[in-house]
């Protein structure tokens, strides 16, 4: 009877463990299923943090692909870009050559050479200019005189010679910028060459005169240029005296090519002009 008793006892022990237990695994097995969710959940968090992290970055890129789409050129905007700056540039001539226009005011523009002004006005270095008779004021603050000879419309012959060549110089004086002159080279028994033109002052003229020698007394002289260009040939006059008066006679040297057969005259290899 107590065998029976334990028995039973036993069997209620054994039901309630395997109870038991089966409570325990299937509170187990909740709770794992839980923590997956969890971590599941978790995972699917951070995936779409990341997402919305790099999404910016993707817009960055496509939006810097379109502006460097933008950037780029196509050939119609690149010779758009090209005709603007060239007017752009043009504007800007147009305006630096406006800053740099001089002004001329003439008493009586006919006592002056058209090439002499014409140069002046190339040059582009003053503001203002003004002439009156014998006198340019620059800037209404320089006064500057043109030379005081040869003398206004004073016709004047000058001559010289070395070995066998001879020449003489015809000049007259047309304007307070200008001579008109004649050379005559003759070169005995061998070449003549004569030439006439108009010889201009150099328009920095007032900066400094020339400085020449008589050759037969050594004595120095201060003279006044007047040239004459024509393709390559040249023609330069140098007016001047001892005693820097135009009482005085005048001395001159002359810088000539294209003189034919006739040499080539320089400051050293012909001596001084002389007035008669």
Do not use: W
Not at 43 to 62: A, G, L, N, V, Y
Not at 146 to 157: A, G, T
Request: charged share 30%; net charge negative.
């Amino acid at each position: 009877m107590r065998f029976l008793r334990d028995i039973d006892n036993f069997t209620v022990y054994r039901v309630l463990d395997v109870s038991l237990l089966y409570e325990v695994c299937h509170m187990f097995f909740k709770f794992t299923i839980y923590i997956f969710i969890i971590i599941m959940l978790f995972i699917s968090c951070q995936s779409r943090t990341e997402m919305k992290k790099e999404s910016p970055k993707s817009d960055s890129i496509t939006q810097l692909k379109s502006e460097n789409k933008d950037i780029i050129p196509n050939e119609k905007d690149t010779l758009e870009i090209f005709q603007n700056q060239s007017n752009q540039e043009s504007e800007s001539s147009k305006i630096n050559e406006n800053e740099s226009f001089t002004e001329f005011f003439f008493d009586n523009e006919h006592l002056y050479s058209s090439t002499f002004i014409s140069k002046l006005r190339s040059a582009k270095r003053m503001k203002k200019i003004e002439f009156t008779e014998d006198v340019m004021i620059l800037n209404e603050e320089d006064t500057v005189q043109f030379p005081e000879f040869p003398k206004i419309d004073k016709r004047s012959v000058l001559t010289g010679r070395k070995d066998d060549l001879a020449i003489a110089l015809t000049i007259k004086r047309i304007n307070y910028t200008s001579i008109e002159y004649r050379i005559e080279m003759v070169e005995f028994g061998k070449s003549n060459k004569m030439e006439n033109g108009i010889a201009d002052l150099g328009i920095y003229f007032f900066l400094g005169s020339e400085s020449d020698t008589d050759q037969r007394s050594n004595v120095g002289y201060f003279s006044t240029e007047y040239s004459n260009y024509k393709d390559s040939c040249y023609t330069k006059i140098r007016i001047g005296n001892i005693d820097d008066s135009p009482e005085k006679p005048l001395l001159a040297k002359i810088v000539k090519n294209c003189n034919g057969e006739i040499k080539n005259i320089d400051l050293d290899n012909f001596p001084n002009l002389r007035e008669k």
